[in-house]
């Protein structure tokens, strides 16, 4: 697989133009995975060239850290683990608000370090901005732990442009991790002209919708009654009956091009900038190599642009989030 190259000057990271979100091994959609599976498909995306890995201490909680350390044990040099910190939840996942307190920085790698089994983490995010603490507290913890040896590059996640500004003058961010693909194009607006404009790279996170666009849940009771999907406006009754309209429209142009409709969505998301890499994730090994293919597929500039017309910005009906003050902050 090709490689892309995240962020810029001193603080670049070389990463497979497809990653692996690794939340959906956790039983976050509602339905477990256990974890020979699990290690195994994580195996199968080191065998495919996917390098780059994205989890957190929230998955599980804490046990998808643990099962990716698993997978990558003996082939930690071929890996780029990213791995996230601040969305603080309860060994049962009761969500607990964010912490980005700088006491609190070191104690969370620390203990992602020890469930992934590794003596560094490649990209260390915070995963929801603290409104409570001035980024630049937080950040200047976690450049602590460059300094320490104990993080390699830093990122974060659903920040806002002048959170990303005053963060990377306190210490270079090499990535911010975002939402983004053909339904929720919202980084568009500001965020992308901001990351690029400091040389920092772009991780899409739910290319795919959460699934959603690669043809699944047309109707709300497909999902588990534990799947946090049931959380977000997008896939209750009111608006997954409008949005199916999106789905058939994905699959059109699919079939259209000889692909699948998550390809074709990849696809989509690769071509937006060689800076831009997008990190689906998968409890399927078929769907993980449906995925990856995605990869090798190329689009023609006119393909691009009709794609971004059939899913202008604002497509989607209802909120991607439930409570969008968590967001882009």
């Not at 080191?46 to 929230?58: I, N, R, V, Y």
Request: proline content about 5%; hydrophobic content about 40%; overall charge negative.
């Amino acid at each position: 697989m090709e490689t892309r190259t995240l962020g810029s000057g001193t603080r670049t990271l070389e990463v497979s133009s497809v990653g692996l979100g690794c939340m959906a091994l956790s039983p976050m959609y509602g339905t477990p995975v256990d974890d020979e599976s699990g290690v195994a498909l994580v195996r199968r995306a080191l065998d495919l060239g996917c390098t780059f890995l994205d989890t957190a201490d929230a998955y599980g909680p804490y046990t998808n850290e643990e099962l990716v350390g698993r997978a990558v044990a003996g082939r930690r040099d071929q890996v780029v683990l990213a791995t996230k910190f601040g969305n603080v939840r309860r060994e049962d996942g009761t969500f607990q608000g964010v912490n980005g307190r700088p006491e609190y920085v070191p104690e969370a790698c620390d203990a992602s370090l020890r469930r992934l089994g590794v003596d560094h983490i490649d990209l260390y995010y915070l995963h929801r901005v603290d409104p409570t603490v001035p980024i630049e507290e937080t950040v200047g913890a976690m450049g602590a732990l460059v300094d320490a040896g104990k993080v390699r590059h830093l990122g974060l996640s659903e920040a806002a442009p002048a959170t990303i500004r005053r963060a990377h003058a306190v210490h270079p961010l090499t990535a911010l991790q975002t939402e983004y693909s053909l339904w929720s194009r919202d980084p568009e607006a500001e965020v992308l002209a901001t990351v690029r404009e400091l040389g920092i790279g772009f991780v899409a996170y739910s290319p795919l919708g959460r699934g959603f666009l690669g043809g699944r849940f047309r109707d709300p009771s497909e999902l588990a009654a534990r799947d946090v999907r049931r959380n977000h406006p997008r896939f209750s009754s009111e608006h997954l009956a409008r949005n199916v309209a999106l789905q058939d429209r994905m699959a059109d142009l699919a079939h259209r091009h000889g692909c699948t409709p998550s390809q074709l969505a990849l696809t989509w998301v690769l071509a937006q900038g060689s800076d831009v890499v997008p990190i689906p994730g998968t409890s399927s090994v078929s769907h993980l190599e449906e995925n990856l293919a995605a990869a090798e597929l190329v689009l023609a500039d006119e393909d691009v642009a009709a794609l971004s017309e059939a899913f202008p910005l604002g497509a989607a009906s209802g909120e991607r989030y439930g409570d969008m003050t968590l967001v882009n902050r």
